[in-house]
């Protein structure tokens, strides 16, 4: 692959120590897939890390039998998104890591991506983390992400059903989206990890968001491709997912904004979410699942956050 080397040469010659963090929650065919794309990276100072949210140990064993030499990470319990990833960005730091590549375990990664991503950051140092350019899974030339942006009060998919490109780094209008992530380990350090109290979906959102105000940079890298299963793990508008995209987002919008910017998200809330989930749901002859996302709502308002049992919903 050919490089434009900026800066230091020996700098660009030495490959930085990544650690790749799969988290995997009681999924074990797409998990084996992202693993074996992992496995089939060019990278070669890169060392990866399954953390398992699973509650279902047969899962872990066949996980196992498939990659002995794999190296596990067992949580005693499901601990979200935020909490699992922590777990093995925590371990990674320990271990001197640089780089850590978080991803998920529905993604199927193009073996320069990895490459790619980390001649970005080495080439940017105000950035703190970057994403590939993330394209479906059953259409590999369609775009499903190329970073996030802030539409009528909520962060989109940036670029979302565009034809793929490949025009090198970009900065996204907003953010960035969680499903393959690079971070730069110092910047981790001065930013934080994921917030925990989130548990589930906006992790990202409030992790770039922190960046942003700290005065980091972010980047999408376009000529870095991963594709996506989408939904695969947590289910599109399902009870998890309703509850806690409505109520993170409020949680996370409260953070960052002051009292009239949170109305204003408050507002596309009541006239453009809502309309837009009673309308999925009702054609998919799901009306009462929009319960959910009004527990969720709910539950923003009031400020509470954390894993949210719900049996008794």
């Known amino acids: 692959m050919q490089k434009e080397v900026v800066g230091d040469s020996q700098e660009f010659n030495a490959q930085p120590k990544v650690y790749t963090i799969v988290l995997n929650y009681n999924n074990y065919s797409d998990t084996v897939e992202t693993l074996q794309s992992a496995l089939m990276l ?6 990866l890390l399954l953390v398992e949210n699973s509650t279902r140990k047969e899962i872990i064993e066949r996980i196992h039998r498939f990659f002995p030499s794999l190296e596990i990470i067992e949580n005693e319990r499901n601990l979200g998104y935020a909490g699992g990833n922590n777990v093995g960005i925590r371990c990674a730091m320990q271990r001197g890591a640089e780089y850590i590549f978080v991803i998920n375990n529905d993604v199927a990664l193009q073996p320069d991506v990895l490459e790619r991503l980390v001649f970005a950051m080495q080439s940017d140092r105000t950035a703190a983390a970057c994403q590939p350019l993330v394209t479906y899974y059953d259409d590999k030339e369609t775009i499903w992400s190329a970073g996030t942006w802030l539409f009528l009060g909520y ?3 940036f670029l979302k059903g565009k034809r793929k490109h490949g025009r090198g780094t970009e900065k996204p209008p907003f953010g960035l989206v969680g499903c393959a992530l ?3 380990a110092q910047s981790l350090q001065e930013i934080g990890l994921f917030d925990e109290s989130l548990f589930l979906l906006q992790e990202e959102t409030d992790w770039c968001m922190r960046a942003v ?3 980091f ?3 999408v890298v376009c000529d870095a ?9 947590l289910g599109q508008f399902s009870k998890e997912y309703l509850y806690y995209i409505a109520r993170n987002w409020l949680l996370v919008a409260k953070k960052y ?16 979410r809502i309309p837009y989930y009673l309308y999925q749901l009702a054609r998919k002859n799901q009306i009462a699942m929009m319960k959910y996302y009004y527990y969720g709502l709910r539950d923003g308002l009031q400020g509470v956050s954390g894993e949210r049992d719900f049996d008794g919903l």
Not at 42 to 47: A, K, L
Not at 225 to 233: A, G, I, W, Y
Not at 257 to 272: D, S
Request: proline share 2%.
């Open 42 to 47: 060019d990278y070669m100072n890169n060392h």
């Open 257 to 272: 904004n002051g009292r009239k910017g949170y109305a204003y998200v408050l507002l596309t809330e009541l006239f453009t």
């Open 213 to 215: 105000k700290k005065g």
């Open 217 to 219: 940079g972010l980047l």
């Open 155 to 157: 962060p989109r998919l």
């Open 182 to 184: 690079l971070f730069r």
């Open 225 to 233: 491709v991963v594709h996506h299963k989408v939904s695969v793990t």
